[in-house]
């Protein structure tokens, strides 16, 4: 009888640590699904420029363009930086691809309500010739540049390459500057221009036409070769988003940040995909440039206390050719996201 009582007490055990446990399961599984409903998507307006600046989104604009991704984005494609700098001022869109020193001042303009969220473009200005002469930056001297960018971030750039390599720009080096891209890379495909400093993908919209060209330099190469620090590094493109609503929405920035990442991942890994879907949103003419391109444009994804450094060294270097080009100030630390 003993036997048989203490038997089934056993028993009885047994079933309470089985029922236990299940109900642990069952409360951790219901912990898990309430985490996971928690997050509400959020609306996010995102500008990008077409180009290089633009083409680490394209993953991420067709992931949303099919209901994959955690927010509900709305994509808008811009030919001018003017036009991000209004969207973003006015309060239209809340995250934008721009180049660095737009978002520099921005800043300013707005007080503060604009925040670095990402590099995602490092340089994407070569040098382009017909012929083979050039083959380091003191075969500059003696010859004319056609370029475009005067009074901008491309200018600034090349004349502290030359400068640094001990050629005095307008002296040295005669440098003529065009309005537009598409008329600069129509005189170095007819030949009228013999040495360009030409921004990607341009650079391979030329070459495809012209066999005769050739890149001689890449001026972010030329740049990097300036210090040996690890962060000093040509950056010109970035991600930049409006303070106040990355303030009231840090878990959709989160997932934006990790989802745009993949993105850019994608762009630089599976360059056929990526091609194609560039094209189809026409962030670049065709499949076959972009292709191309991709692998010259230095689209990347940097973050954090790296994203700062190299943005700091480019923009003090902005700053000390014309203040102006950054706003008139360089900005403080708020202007760099940190999460």
Known sequence: MKKLTAFLLCLALCISLAACAGGSD???STTGEQTTAAYTAVDINIATLKGPTGMGMAKLISESGKGNASNNYNFTLESDPTHIAALISSGS???AACPLNLAASLYKKTNGNVQMLAINTLGVLYIVENGETINNIADLKGKTIYAT??????????????KANSLEPGKDVTIEYLSEHSELTARAVSGDAA???LPEPNVTTALAKNNSLRVALDLTQEWNKLSSAKD????Q?????NTDFAMENSAAIA????????SVNYVNSDIDGASALIAEQEIVPS???????IPNCNITFITGSRMKSIAQQNLSVLFDANPKSVGGALPDDNFYFSE
């Open 232 to 235: 000093d590094e040509l950056a």
């Open 149 to 162: 960018g005067q009074s901008a971030t491309p200018e600034y750039i090349l004349n502290h390459i030359l």
């Open 26 to 28: 069952a409360a951790e």
């Open 255 to 262: 997932k934006f940040l990790e989802e745009y990442e993949a």
């Open 287 to 293: 499949a076959q440039i972009a292709k191309a391109a």
């Open 237 to 241: 493109g970035c991600i930049i988003v």
């Open 93 to 95: 869109v809340d995250i």
């Open 195 to 197: 040495v360009c400093m």
